[in-house]
């Protein structure tokens, strides 16, 4: 008994009460991640997430650093590039797209035994739930999700109390935005690791000097080039966050007197020497450094909007005047000031992190860390301006592009700082009351993760436009050595393991460049993402040729004359959403496996009394190219 007695004693008020509070923390977290995994999970949803994960399969088999997503721009890089003129598209096309680090990481799980499983069983209609591999990536991704929260509470810690590093991280586990990037297949939950990595070795070197007795010269030295290698590995994982190294190097010139120029001068010679290797392999590849990359600089501009760059083999990107490069900026950083930046991290703690500027520290070390951070997020912002592109515009706030997201930890420690120092100075009659104000604050903070957990519950299933069994179902009629042609080249890569090309921007000289001289295309496939498009402004202005293309298959029912893919599956008006020609018949005659009803909130949100609009059409004889028995039938009026 009296054993007993000590052992509940030490569980209450001793030594184990901690870790029976840590146990109950790791306990909540596990229950929130098993919650959200339920309710909240999706397939992959962007278009830089199925790249990475298909390129890392590609490293995981042996292939190296190939794609199997292929951009009509990174075909006229090499074009240009190699003196043979040859487009790399007959064999393995080497990626210029993707920095290497995140898909090396992938690639390295994806050699566990078990981990991931590519092909999707067999199964009936509607039974199709999730698919495995984008689950075992959203599990990986949330594994660096809390390494970097248990990174964020060391800091904190360190620097200010156990109370506020409590408050950080409980806001840190119910921001609703994080927990999206985790299952979002984005390189962001690794890059947000690294980031705090950094911060982290940064304050270690700055309170280390400070403290009695100080860092040594040898501890200091590696702390530095820690520094400037993670650095190096952020642009690895991100080119954009290659910008970090200048406000690090600016910490280090200030953070140890007598040592203003050795320290950032390590650190820099180390990130230099670091990136080296993979620029190196660039250069040699494609003559830049940095792959397509600063082709983004371009994009989302008058003349290249959305991807139209992408598509084309040889742009003139001479055609994009410095006031066009200005506009994008100017338009970008007034979005950036009205939306991205008060929205940081889906929380309001951002204004008291810039209200906190008028309390100054006493402490050197947090007005250095704060000063640092608030320059870390100009750079990142000036940077996730010059650089967004289209993936911005296709999945808002969400995407890859999204720079500013890495500085929320931060962001949210030094808020709770300053929430924690108004609290706890007001005048109150009893203690409890701030503890109470204090877990009023988190739930607040937890509301919009709340809110999330509430019904109707989510679909995994990313539709429209991708649903796995259907992408895959199409690309398996294809051999691996054969090209198809596609609006979503990225997801055919991933879900079917097939050399997508992205869709040309005609379907006569452009579509032909590539079929006739570089490698012959085998198969068309259009989706949604060119069907849904506006009839003015997306076919008959941007895509007008593909536009009228379209509209002859759908409302005539045959190939526009001098098309050289004349075959079509005879299901195919039966099955609208998609379009898909081939140069012979593959396909089996039964339908794919078609998503589900009701994953289209514009298809439910239809009077399900109304018929559908059918548009008269005037049977013809078939072409002497086509075969009768699988032509598509047109639709009856």
Known sequence: MPRLQELIHALEVGAGARYLRLAALILGVVSVAVVYNLREFKNLHSEDAMDAAQVARNIAEGRGFTTRCIRPLSMGVLIQHREDRSPEIRGEHPDLANPPLYPLVLAAFMKVPGLFDHQIPSQKEGQFRRYQPDFAIAFINQGFFFIAVGLTWRLARRLFDARVALLTTLALLGCDILWQFSTSGQATMFALALFLCLVNTLHALDAGNRREPPLGGVPTVVLALCAGLLCALLLLTRYSLGILILPVLVYLATAIPGRRVLLPALAAVVFFGAISPWLVRNWQVSGNPFGIAPYSIVQETATFSENWLDRVIEPDVSKVSTDEVLRKFFIGATRMVREELPQLGGSWLTAFFLVGFLVPFIDV?????????????????????????????????????????????????????????????????????????????????????????????????????????????????????????????????????????????????????????????????????????????????????????????????????????????????????????????????????????????????????????????????????????????????
């Not at 299933?461 to 796995?468: A, K, L, N, Q, T």
Request: hydrophobic share 45%; net charge positive; aromatic share 10%.
């Open 365 to 637: 070390a947090r007005s250095r860390l704060r000063w640092f951070a608030l320059g870390s997020l100009a750079c990142v912002a000036f940077a996730q301006i010059l650089s967004r592109t289209h993936l911005s515009v296709d999945t808002p706030q969400i995407n890859s592009e999204n720079l500013i997201i890495l500085l929320s930890p931060l962001v949210f420690m030094f808020g709770m700082a300053l929430v924690a120092l108004l609290v706890f100075s007001l005048d109150v009659t009893m203690e409890i009351w701030r503890t109470v104000i204090l877990g009023v604050i988190v739930a607040i903070l937890w509301l919009p993760l709340a809110l999330a957990f509430g019904p109707p519950r989510n679909s995994a299933i990313v539709y429209p436009p991708y649903y796995p069994p259907t992408i895959q179902n199409v690309a398996q009629w294809f051999e691996p050595s054969e090209l198809i042609m596609t609006d979503m080249p990225w997801a055919v890569a991933w879900y079917g393991n097939r050399q997508a090309i992205l869709l040309s921007p005609s379907p006569d000289k452009d579509y032909l460049d590539i079929s006739d001289w570089h490698k012959t295309v085998n198969g068309l496939y259009l989706t949604r993402i060119t069907l849904d498009q506006r009839f003015l402004s997306g076919w008959v202005l941007n895509a007008r040729k593909w536009g009228r293309f379209i509209i002859e298959i759908l409302t005539r029912g045959e190939v526009p004359k001098g098309f050289p893919l004349r075959r079509a599956p005879s299901f195919m008006t039966t099955f609208p959403d998609h379009v898909l020609l081939s140069d012979k018949n593959r396909w089996q005659e039964s339908l794919p496996i078609a998503p589900p009803k009701g994953l289209d909130p514009r298809e439910s949100a239809k009077p399900s009394a109304e018929p559908p609009l059918t548009l008269p059409t005037t049977p013809r004889a078939p072409t002497p190219t086509e075969d009768p028995a699988t032509k598509a039938s047109p639709p009856s009026p």
